[in-house]
């Protein structure tokens, strides 16, 4: 998985930024997506067509939306989160009162389930910030069932619209956050990160089929549907 990036993305780093900005990682979010963020999660998870009993998996699930939208679209669901800063969890447990997620803390390149185990896995917005990113794909691949299926979503194609943003998004988040460091990482991670078509070819590569590829506010955010 090519990703040419000049700043750090060591785990422990990454775990101590994502702890500092945890507070406001859901309204930053809103900011970043003029608001379409939830629509674009809920849109991708429902798409999924999650049946009763399927069991679950978000990774890198961080403040728990996509884990919380599957439980909304299929409340039958068994659902689990996984993400290793614990103050983003800490932000997902506060939504979780009835305690119908589980979260746990631990990292994704290496998974404490046995091979087989989920219907689902999906991850939003986090393959770009691991080191071994590689590895977090081989994992997801080892837990999913066999014919089970695999959502991936980030930001997609590296268009017009997709650089407009990248110029926007700093000069917005400065009025919202005294962080911008941390943003400022979030933007040029997203412009190091492979385009949905090079994801596609990688995640082939670790065994996956095609199942279908969504773009969503004209590519800019993509969601890639992989079956094992
Ligand atoms: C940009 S956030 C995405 C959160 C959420 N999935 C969403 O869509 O809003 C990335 C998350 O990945 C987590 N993360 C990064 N590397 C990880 C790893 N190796 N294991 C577990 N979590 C990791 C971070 O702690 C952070 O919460």
Redesign the pocket.
């Known amino acids: 998985m090519k990703q040419n990036h000049n700043y750090s993305k060591d ?1 422990q780093t ?2 101590t930024m ?1 702890n500092l900005i ?1 507070g406001k ?1 859901d309204m930053i ?1 809103n900011v970043m997506s003029f608001k379409t ?1 939830n629509y674009i ?1 809920y849109k991708s998870i429902k798409n999924l067509n999650i049946k009763p009993h399927n069991n679950v998996i ?9 884990a919380i939208f599957v439980k909304e679209i299929q409340p039958e669901a068994n659902v689990v989160g ?4 614990e103050k ?1 969890l800490e932000i997902a447990n506060n939504k979780n009162s009835s305690n119908k997620i589980q979260y746990l803390q ?4 290496n998974l404490p389930y046995a091979d087989d185990t989920f219907d689902f896995v999906v ?4 393959l ?5 990113a590689e590895k ?1 794909v081989d994992e997801a691949y080892r837990i999913l069932k066999p014919g089970g299926c695999f959502m991936h ?1 980030d930001f997609g194609t590296h268009n017009f619209l997709s650089k407009i943003y990248d110029i926007i998004t700093p000069i917005s988040i400065r009025f919202f956050t005294e962080n911008a460091a941390a943003y400022s990482y ?1 933007i040029e991670s997203k412009k190091q990160f492979p385009e949905p078509n090079d994801l596609i070819k990688d995640f082939k590569n670790k065994g996956f089929k095609l199942k279908g590829k969504t773009d969503y506010l004209f590519g800019v955010i993509s969601a890639q549907t992989l079956v094992k």
């Open positions: 785990p990454i775990q994502f945890a990682y979010n963020q999660k978000d990774l890198c699930c961080g403040t728990g939306d996509l996984i993400d290793f800063s983003m631990g990292d994704v390149t991850m939003g917005f986090g770009r910030n691991i080191l071994n977090a979503l979030l």
